[in-house]
């Protein structure tokens, strides 16, 4: 399947991953700029697969114990904390897994193989199938891409956290209150864990 974006298909001819988004750290951005905007994608080397098929199909089918789901992780915690939130609103660009709309807050539980995390030993790439796997990645980090400079554009702020911030039970006491942290601050955009390359 290609990308659904012609730049998307002009672009992707090696692996990518997301950079941190401008949109955030300038500020909104201006109508129009939608159209004329460039991917900011950076060329990596891809990662050389460290894992056997059956973990690979594990991590893409996202197949865990009941409630170690990431996302159930983030709600369960939200819950507990007290924080009022919706789950994949309508109308919000990219239908944030959570919204919290009187913290005007959208909260993003990306699964590091999909959205391509950068610098993550589960952000892997497939021996075989290059071409196909390369155009399914490309979609999503520009479907990504377009959400989150959307959402700044909208002035909403933006949390995103990957999965493998939430995979270890024992850190989870560190991981999660860096969320309510997080709510409670002025922060436009924040990821966790940091980009690599901030
Ligand atoms: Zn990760």
Redesign the pocket.
């Known amino acids: 399947m290609p990308p659904k974006t012609a730049f998307a298909l002009a672009r992707f001819d090696g692996d990518y991953y997301p950079g941190t988004p401008d949109s955030f750290v300038r500020g909104p951005i201006q109508y129009g700029d939608m159209r004329k905007a460039k991917p900011r994608f950076k060329r990596v080397t891809p990662m050389t697969d460290i894992v056997d098929k059956k973990t690979r199909s594990r991590w893409m089918a996202g197949i865990r114990g009941k409630d170690t789901k990431p996302e159930i992780r983030v709600r369960s915690y939200l819950h507990r904390a007290g924080f009022r939130f919706r789950l994949h609103k309508k109308g919000i660009p990219g239908r944030p897994d959570i919204w919290l709309a009187k913290h005007n807050a959208a909260i993003f539980v990306n699964g590091?193989y999909w959205h391509r995390?950068r610098g993550?030993r589960?952000?892997t790439s497939p021996k075989d199938n290059k071409a196909k796997w390369r155009d399914k990645f490309a979609a999503t980090v520009v479907r990504d891409e377009r959400n989150l400079a959307l959402l700044a554009k909208h002035g909403i702020r933006v949390l995103v956290i990957?999965?493998?911030e939430l995979d270890a039970e024992k850190r989870l006491s560190k991981s999660l209150p860096k969320i309510a942290k997080w709510l409670r601050s002025k922060s436009r955009y924040r990821e966790i864990p940091p980009p690599v390359d901030a």
Do not use: Y
């Open positions: 590091c995390h993550c589960k952000s990957w999965e493998c």
